[in-house]
């Protein structure tokens, strides 16, 4: 397992996911996903197209996984 100090955040994983294929995220994507990190839930209305898919799969996943590549989280009581 990796250490904690290269545990890779779940943000720059998706910033790197997105470099890999040479797209960068647009604007109401990146608000989705802080907002999805703040426990916020809502209504995206996009057009066809526009990246609605990303937005909210890598929001959910940012939400999930604080932080991947570093230790599990710790259940309560255990």
């Known amino acids: 397992m990796d250490s904690?100090?290269?545990a890779v955040t779940g943000r720059s994983a998706v910033k790197q996911w997105f470099a890999q294929r040479q797209w960068t995220s647009f604007?109401?994507?990146?608000?989705?996903w802080r907002a999805a990190a703040a426990g916020k839930s809502g209504l995206l209305h996009a057009s066809t197209?526009?990246?609605k898919t990303y937005a909210v799969w890598f929001g959910a996943l940012?939400?999930?996984?604080?932080?991947l590549g570093g230790p599990p989280p710790k259940r309560p009581g255990g």
């Open 27 to 32: 604007a109401f994507q990146q608000e989705v």
């Open 49 to 51: 197209g526009a990246g």
């Open 62 to 67: 940012l939400r999930a996984a604080p932080k």
């Open 4 to 6: 904690p100090e290269k």
